[in-house]
């Protein structure tokens, strides 16, 4: 789905790619702060592609808050998504979650429709449009999602 | 009639008066009253306030005996089993922090008799490395065990991080004081996922967990706890103890810091504090090693300098050794060398050796020196010392114990006494001993009669001559004196003979006339020279010595007196 070139650039790394396919996960770092709080987010970046089962629970279990990406030109990553939150949303305390819909360069192309995310958004999902190519609101939606788990921890 | 006035009597009690009334009844004032009334209508209330004297009076009932322990056991062993049948692990995380220090207390008691009996078993390792520990012991206070498994291990903890099990964070890092700084959140957080992960591949038992990977010569050594994990990064070969420090130090955080485990949510100031429980886990082996005398060392350096010392010793015995035989030879008389070499552990000598010189075994035999550490290739030759000349003239002319040798200038000098005979041999003999050229026989003194020359002996046998009268056999006085003269000489001759190994005999010549009755004159000459042949013969002269001969007068080339006997010396 492209989330790993997604936060690439924008987090700091000492494990290589190959993690992703030899045990599933890869660690990641971004600090940054928000509302004037420091926070460092250790980012579980799971390889999963578009099999939700290969992912290991293990993983997601005490995660504060997590990313769904999905791939806008394909329709069927929207579905993926949602199993993915289900699943996710049964291991964590109340993780906050952001959905990221990449390829927002590409918005001509895209399969995912506007109602489904309005579907979505009645649903109390927050949806964002990024783009890894260009980078654009990446910044924004770690911003975002770090706001929301803080405001589950009660910091802001 | 009076009922009734009892009754308008309480309707017409007021408050105050049913209150003054109960305070009297009961003896207790209106707010205790009161706070009796509350306890009464609210259960919660009623059961803290039992709560604080409910433990006090079992404890006075227990006392007492009105409460039999025995007979509570069965309601907390029900209690307890229906706790650990609902949720084991809840009890599990409650006994955790003492289960620990007690099942290693059990398990080292096992393990220190196992080690004494190991230690018996390895009582009988003759290895040159066992031997080595076995000398560290002997001269260290630690037990030959300890000696061999601080020899087995030698490791370093390079850090120690602390992990909230649920989250996978960090609670808190130490690492060694010269270790270079690691991204420390990212790889606790990848070593979590890395035990999950083979948790979840290889394990499906929940208590189940990764407590090791090796790479290389690093291992990751990992401790779970119920909130918190410990992983120890080490670097070598850590001993299994170092395992019960990380189970101690994980002990303790769960121990002083189970409610900020329970409710973490990232803060992680509050694990500051675990670093005093961490840092003891960051053990190095050589830091104690450092500490202690390098006993080993000092006994190898020793051992090598006693080794040192003794082969310099031999080397230099050795050395003397050979250079002793060499300066032996070398002025010994009869030998010549021509080189010395050392071979295969022994010096082999070359030279020359005269037959009279000493033999070597003798010689070295003389000098205390072992004839083992030595060969010898030598070939003959004739030696011109003075010594082995003396000698070789002693082997040759025999000489009599009273007599000595010197030589000098080609001159065998002889001095002391001897025999005319051995004398005569010497001087026949003398030129057959090589080197020397002539006799210095001045000190040389004769014991016995001196030795005639042979003309005397023949002149003087030749000058008796005994003339008989007519018919007169026997000699008169003064010929039996000349007799005894003449035997004398003949024996002379005799000893002559032998010595030079000659043959001259002595005639014995009777001469008669032709006057009167020749025949019987011939007779009686005949028997004239068989009379002194017989006497010679008597005086010792060897009979075949001895030879007769009858001369009639008419006969003689020269006149000689009839009548007469006289003698003649032949070579035969």
Known sequence: MGKTSLVQRFVRSIFSEKYHTTIGVKIDQKELTVNDVEVTLLLWDIHGEDDFMKIKPTYLIGSSGYFLVADGTRSDTYETAIKLHEMTSSVTKNAAFILLVNKADLKDSWEITDAQLDTLKEQGWQIMFTSAKTGENVENAFAQLTKKMLQNQQYV | ?572
């Not at chain 2, 991204?183 to 591949?201: G, H, N, Q, R, V």
């Open chain 2, 1 to 572: 009639m009076k009922e009734k006035d009892q009754t308008n009597t309480t309707e017409k009690l007021s408050a105050d008066q049913l209150q003054e009334l109960r305070e009297l009844v009961t003896g207790l004032d209106k707010l205790s009253l009161q706070r009796m009334q509350k306890l009464m209508a609210d259960p919660h209330e009623f059961a803290i306030e039992i709560s604080e004297l409910l433990p006090f009076s079992i404890r006075k009932l227990i006392e007492k005996g009105s409460i039999n322990m025995a007979d509570l056991l069965p309601f907390f062993e029900d209690m307890i089993q229906e706790s650990i049948e609902k949720n084991p692990q809840r009890l599990a995380n409650l006994l955790f922090p003492i289960m620990g220090p007690a099942i290693r207390k059990a398990v080292s008691e096992d393990l220190k008799r196992l080690i004494d009996s190991l230690n018996q078993g390895l009582e009988s390792g003759l290895s040159p490395k066992h031997l080595k520990w076995r000398f560290q012991a002997l001269f260290s206070s630690k037990s030959y065990v300890e000696i061999m498994l601080s020899h087995a291990y030698l490791y370093q903890v390079k850090h120690v991080f602390l992990i909230h099990r649920d989250t996978a964070l960090l609670l808190h890092h130490e690492k060694a004081g010269h270790v270079l700084d690691i991204e420390a959140d990212m790889i606790a957080s990848m070593l979590s996922a890395i035990t999950d992960f083979a948790k979840d591949s290889f394990h499906s038992d929940e208590q189940d967990a990764v407590d090791s990977i090796k790479i290389g010569d690093t291992n990751l050594w990992v401790e779970q706890g119920p909130h918190a994990i410990i992983a120890a990064v080490v670097e070598g070969n850590p001993p299994p103890d170092l395992r019960i420090e990380l189970k101690e130090a994980l002990e303790a955080v769960h121990y002083n810091h189970r409610p900020e485990l329970l409710n973490f949510e990232g803060e992680t100031e509050i694990f500051e504090h675990t670093s005093k429980f961490l840092k003891p886990c960051l053990i190095k082996e050589k830091k104690e090693k450092g500490k202690k005398p390098p006993l080993f060392a000092l006994m190898l350096l020793v051992i090598v300098l006693i080794g040192l010392g003794f082969w310099i010793y031999q080397s230099i015995q050795t050395h003397h050794t050979y250079a002793a035989a060499t300066e032996l030879f070398s002025s010994e008389s009869g030998y010549y060398l021509t080189k010395t070499e050392r071979q295969n552990g022994k010096l082999r000598i070359f030279g020359l050796k005269d037959d009279y010189a000493i033999e070597p075994s003798k010689l070295l035999e003389s000098k205390q020196l072992s004839a083992d550490q030595f060969e010898f290739v030598l070939r003959p030759f004739v030696s011109m010392d003075s010594m082995i000349i003396i000698r070789r003239a002693e082997a040759i002319l025999t000489p009599p114990e009273t007599v000595s040798f010197a030589f000098e200038k080609g001159i065998l000098q002889v001095s002391g006494h001897c025999k005319a005979e051995w004398k005569v041999s010497l001087e026949q003999h003398f030129n057959k001993v090589w080197g020397v050229h002539s006799l210095d026989t001045n000190q040389l003194t004769i014991t016995d009669k001196p030795v005639r020359d042979l003309s005397w002996i023949i002149g003087d046998i030749m000058k008796y001559k005994f003339v008989f009268d007519v018919n007169v056999l026997e000699m008169t006085e003064d010929q039996s004196d000349q007799f005894y003269k003449l035997t004398q000489t003949a024996n002379l001759l005799d000893e002559f003979n032998r010595l030079n190994n000659k043959q001259y005999k002595i005639l014995v010549q009777s001469v008669t006339s032709k006057a009167g009755n020749e025949a019987a004159n011939l007779r009686i000459a005949t028997m004239r020279a068989q009379t002194f042949l017989e006497l010679l013969k008597e005086a010792g002269v060897p009979k075949n010595l001895l030879e007769t001969r009858v001369i009639n007068t008419e006969e003689l080339v020269e006149p000689e007196e009839v009548r007469s006997v006289s003698f003649v010396v032949e070579e035969k």
